[in-house]
């Protein structure tokens, strides 16, 4: 049995290669050896190879035991790392110095079985004359390579006395090598699977949800160790047990999934003793193959967090674009303008203007028209929190840093606006300890939590905003010059609403479409008479003030005789004659008044009274009962 094609001309190449090696036919023992002490280290380094292969050399070897035969294994080099054979062969082999750290390749003993192998990769039996050195004439040698993955790790060589040749050598070879070959995969296999198992079940037990695996008996097969943590059990105590020991409401989540039902997010609680918390729950059915049902998938997270999540993110949402922006007058146009021009850089902007002049509208605008508006745009009002708080509001803090502080900690406004816009609205009342280390933060583009050491680099763009006169607070000694230099890098002036009239008639018709949608109430018309009061009323509360007067203008169905700077002091008149006087009266008593006069215009039916005022008859019930308290 021959493998190798063109046997005669591949061994009278390789005959050709060992002369050109500068091998003689007398030579005997291989030019190339390993020391002792270099053989113990190469064995060590095939230690692996050697654990596999072995036990097949020694299968091979118990068949042919007492034939003359000798079996050995070399590494891809032809370097022999292990031989098993009669002791009568053996001894030959030796006094040729065919032993562990000695080269079987072309270069040190010529043409040979091994050396053929690790040059053709393809088995081989070469008897007798077809080796290059005469001293091995007398022996027949079958080799077969041992590859994984198209590379060679070594082969397997069978030798005995020439007078025995034998094809059937060669087949029990490359039988033992294919054997090899096998066992290897497999253990890499096994290994592969294992690692995938254990990058699963790291993956598993990090998740920031619980995950339990259910038996079709509805035992519990597996669960992560955030599971576990959440429900404060060991994994020994669950394992095994019935679900429905501890979750009640396992057979209708049961139930609704057998009948191809969705069960996403639904809330349930564990009947587990001292844990109260609500979880959202998911559940599915595990499958495998040809769709065979296997058991229960089972996923949960506390209630509680997902509502933290929701608040925590909320403050993400940005609602006002430059399209956003009345700009009529040549003020509000040359203010959006630049404003424009400047949202795509990420330089520090500081909004100056009245309260009420629209500030966090045109911060937003610029987040939103800038690289940053898919980041967030964190607010924080420095004038509408304790000095105590602001710190570990605009820092963070670490776990323990003081008494109440969350449990892991918490990031502060600076870290969760990393890539996004940090708007520092009322930036004039900050505490003067704060603006150093907001001026510390700005400068080095990072932060330290309180109680933490680890500083944290950010790259956050800054919009202040104030309605105080900076320069003359620094001259009062209640703000840092230095910090005042770092803030007002651009300045963006917001003119006063009385100084852009263009602008007033277009948000009030704005504002009282907005309001009438949100009240379902009709718009009211908006008279000539009262157009002028908007132009002329002196606007101290800007456009906050002209929001909130429109929507009592809308409430009050169009009468704005309550508002002060009216021309002339009107009165309403009911149906019924009765003259009502509504100048100085709060919105509440004017609603009041309202709902009154029409229930009396109604004959007292409330039905007709609430359609009247737009409202269902269980809001009007509820308004009545707080006019009777």
């Known amino acids: 049995m021959i493998v190798m094609k063109d046997k005669t001309d591949t061994i009278k190449k390789s005959h050709r290669r060992s002369q050109e090696f500068g091998l003689e036919a007398s030579h005997i023992f291989p030019r190339h050896q ?48 292990s031989i098993y054979g009669d002791r009568e062969v053996l001894d030959e082999a030796e006094k040729l110095k065919m032993i562990p750290g000695a080269y079987m390749n072309e270069s040190s003993i010529g043409t040979n079985s091994m050396g053929l192998v690790l040059k053709e990769i393809n088995p081989v039996q070469v008897t007798s004359k077809e080796h290059f050195i005469s001293a091995y004439y007398k022996w ?93 059990t060991r994994r020994t105590d669950l394992l095994q047990k019935d679900i429905t020991d501890i979750l009640p409401d396992w057979k209708r989540i049961c139930r609704i999934v057998l009948n191809e039902l969705l069960f996403i ?29 296997h058991g229960y998938l089972i996923t949960f997270r506390q209630f509680s967090r997902v509502v933290n999540l929701i608040k925590k993110y909320s403050g993400y949402q940005t609602r006002f674009t430059f399209d956003s922006m009345f700009a009529l007058s040549p003020s509000m146009v040359k203010l959006k303008q630049q404003a424009q021009r400047i949202a795509k850089e990420s330089s520090t902007v500081l909004l100056t203007g009245e309260s009420g002049t629209g500030k966090e509208v045109v911060a937003q605008s610029i987040h939103n028209a800038s690289l940053r508006r898919d980041a967030p745009f964190i607010a924080l009002n420095c004038g509408a929190m304790a000095e105590s ?27 969760l606006a990393n890539h996004g816009t940090l708007f520092l609205d009322e930036i004039g009342e900050m505490p003067p300890d704060m603006q150093v280390r907001l001026l510390r933060s700005i400068q080095e583009g990072s932060v330290t939590r309180i109680g933490g050491e680890k500083e944290i680099k950010l790259d956050v763009r800054i919009i202040a905003a104030t309605n105080k006169n900076l320069e003359e607070e620094i001259k009062n000694g209640k703000f840092r010059l230095d910090l005042y230099y770092r803030l007002n890098v651009i300045h963006l002036k917001i003119p006063p609403l009385r100084k852009r009239k263009e602008d007033i008639l277009p948000m009030a018709r704005f504002f009282a479409l907005q309001k009438a949608e949100k009240t379902r109430r009709p718009m009211p018309f908006i008279s000539t008479e009262f157009e002028d009061f908007l132009l002329n009323n002196k606007w101290l509360g800007n456009v906050r003030e002209l929001e909130n007067i429109i929507e009592r203008f809308v409430v009050m169905e169009g009468d704005y005789s309550f508002m002060d700077g009216a021309k002339s002091k009107l009165s309403v008149k009911n149906e019924s004659g009765t003259n009502l006087d509504l100048v100085g009266k709060s919105l509440a008593e004017i609603e009041n008044i309202a709902i009154l006069n029409c229930l009396k215009l109604h004959d007292n039916n409330v039905s007709k009274a609430a359609k009247n005022l737009g409202i269902s008859r269980n809001t009007l019930y509820q308004k009545l009962k707080k006019i009777q308290e």
């Not at 007078?163 to 090899?180: D, F, Q, T, W």
Request: with cysteine; glycine share 8%; net charge negative.
């Open 140 to 232: 027949t040698c079958s080799a077969a390579p041992i590859k994984y993955n198209e590379e060679i790790l070594g082969c397997i060589n069978m030798t005995g006395h020439a007078e025995n040749v034998h094809p059937h050598s060669l087949g029990m070879v490359v039988s033992a090598a294919k054997a090899i070959e096998n066992k290897i995969k497999a253990l890499d296999s096994i290994q592969q699977l294992e690692t995938s198992n254990q990058f699963a079940f790291a993956m598993m037990n990090n998740l920031s949800f619980g995950v339990m695996a259910i038996t079709i008996a509805d035992k519990i097969e597996w669960v992560n160790d955030t599971a576990c943590r959440m429900i404060n």
């Open 389 to 415: 708080l602001i710190e570990s509001e605009l820092f963070g803090y670490e776990d323990g840093a003081f008494t109440g502080a969350k449990r892991g900690g918490a990031p502060g406004k600076f870290e």
């Open 34 to 81: 390993l020391s002792d002490s270099e053989l113990k280290i190469h064995l060590k380094k095939h230690d692996g190879f050697l654990g596999i292969a072995e036990p097949f050399l020694q299968q091979l070897y118990e068949i042919v035991s007492g034939s003359g035969f000798f079996i050995n294994l070399t590494d891809s080099n032809g370097c022999i790392l």
């Open 265 to 293: 997010d639904e809330p349930a609680i564990f009947d587990i003793p001292h844990i109260k918390e609500r979880f959202l729950f998911n559940a599915f059915i595990i499958r495998g193959e040809k769709n065979k049902m």
